[in-house]
């Protein structure tokens, strides 16, 4: 007995060493870009849970796309369509003249944001106006897309995607529901009556289920579960899941629609696991109707408790918006509407309740998704602009997260190197702490694929540490 508790000791001493040693490695290199690139490109780094298909997939594959159908480009807008016009050129006459890498170029800085000056057009624009542009090629193709996903995220060690994919197609019977209710549903939320909004909802909700929301649901659920499992997106060491989302620059009605179908969908598939909205949260539909947005997710909520969401909540600075409309969105995500995470949160330092909400998150275990690159780039938050320290000391979960590595020509590798630069009360182990999270707070259904990234994780650490112990 004393034997093996001697042994346990020196066990625990050896691993408590190593630990250190790796955090003194880590320190000796914050600061040097190239180390700590390496470092973290081999580090293994769980999931990426705040991504958008469309937008991780870099622009060359869509332009690869385009090319294939040769499609026609307009010289003047760079607009690509299917279809010939007076100002357009098919894709090969532009080949065949020699014509096409500097269009290309063009496209690249169009449907990305390479080569971006800064100063030409806002940021924000840059970013969101991307999604218009590559639709033509992004809806395409989907199992060569979701493969280029799985593809880069093993090979710099990722083990776990859980992306916003596409949204759910409607049915003749559901495109054609009352437009009146948009009037409706808006004069309740003018009016801030819960109770007549609920009743505007009851029946909204009875329509659209009527209408054949589950039929619909169960179809788009047969179509992602055999595109992923024809593309053999999961395999012994990579997981991918996903998540349906409504768009919030849209009619209530619509919003609302995509919404039910979302949580439906979501509530009757292993693979589809939760629930988002997406859009640019500064637009003026969007501004206009956050609160019937997150009263709209409450009432779904209590219609599928099982379905979790997340939701992209705060990501506002000031000047996008005018000061009072800074102080509460986070705090109506997470309390109104019941998000288990939230996505940017970059606005939190405005809230009018900070610390409570703060708190409110921590003791709820309410993560929330830094996307530093992306904060940076739309935004122009970054270094102690930033609020990431603000939910660090206050305990609130913390996972890094890509957005949209394509459209940002970035990498969740490059997530950490930021991290690791710009905040040094950040350490390894809490870096270590902020990766396991990726699978803790993910929405993964099945306890058993859970538990199998999460003892992968541990190897893989563990693998990691002494091969970079070993040469140094």
Request: charged share 25%; hydrophobic share 40%; with cysteine.
């Amino acid at each position: 007995m004393k034997k093996n508790c001697l042994l346990f000791i020196l066990l625990l001493g050896f691993t408590h060493l190593h630990a250190q040693t790796i955090e003194q490695y880590f320190e000796r290199i914050r600061n040097n870009t190239a180390e700590l690139t390496a470092f973290f490109a081999q580090m293994p780094k769980g999931g990426d849970l705040h991504h958008h298909y469309s937008g991780s997939v870099y622009a060359e594959t869509y332009i690869d796309y385009i090319v294939s159908k040769d499609y026609y480009l307009s010289l003047n807008t760079l607009k690509v369509d299917s279809t010939a016009s007076l100002d357009n050129a098919k894709i090969s006459t532009l080949i065949k003249a020699g014509q096409w890498p500097m269009y290309k170029a063009k496209l690249l800085e169009k449907w990305s944001v390479k080569d971006y000056d800064g100063v030409s057009y806002p940021s924000d624009k840059q970013f969101f106006d991307t999604f218009g542009y590559f639709d033509i090629a992004s809806s395409q193709q989907l199992d060569v897309g979701l493969l280029e996903l799985k593809n880069r995220a093993k090979a710099e060690n990722v083990s776990y995607i859980e992306t916003m994919l596409k949204t759910i197609p409607l049915t003749s019977a559901l495109k054609n529901i009352n437009r009146s209710y948009n009037e409706k549903l808006r004069q309740a939320d003018s009016l801030q009556d819960e109770v007549l909004l609920t009743k505007i909802l009851d029946s909204l909700y009875a329509t659209i289920i009527d209408s054949g929301a589950v039929a619909c649901a169960d179809t788009f659920n047969q179509t992602i579960e055999a595109l992923h499992k024809k593309a053999l997106i999961d395999d012994g060491s990579f997981k991918m899941r996903y998540m349906n989302y409504a768009t919030r620059i849209k009619q209530p009605l619509d919003v609302f629609r995509s919404l039910v179908l979302s949580f439906i969908s979501a509530s009757r598939s292993k693979l589809i696991v939760g629930v988002n909205i997406v859009a640019p949260e500064n637009d003026n539909v969007s501004m206009r109707d956050y609160r019937l947005h997150m009263l709209m997710f409450k009432y779904c909520h209590k219609k599928y408790d099982s379905v979790k969401y997340s939701m992209h909540a705060g990501e506002l600075v000031l000047g996008m918006v005018k000061p009072e409309e800074l102080n509460w969105h986070i705090d109506a995500a997470v309390r109104m509407a019941g998000a288990s995470r939230i996505g940017h949160g970059v606005d939190l330092p405005y809230e009018r309740n900070a610390y409570d909400l703060l708190r409110y998150m921590a003791s709820n275990k309410i993560a929330v998704e830094i996307n530093l690159y992306s904060n940076e780039f739309i935004l122009k938050v970054k270094d102690d602009q930033h609020p990431i320290r603000l939910y660090y000391t206050s305990k609130v979960p913390i996972v890094i997260s890509t957005d949209d590595a394509g459209v940002l020509r970035t990498n969740l590798t490059e997530q950490f190197v930021l991290l690791a630069k710009r905040y040094p009360y950040i350490s390894y182990r809490d870096i270590k702490s902020f990766v396991y999270n990726s699978i803790d707070y993910s929405f993964i259904k099945e306890d058993e694929v859970k538990e199998q990234l999460k003892k992968q994780l541990q190897n893989s650490f563990t693998a990691f540490e002494r091969k970079v112990l070993a040469n140094k």
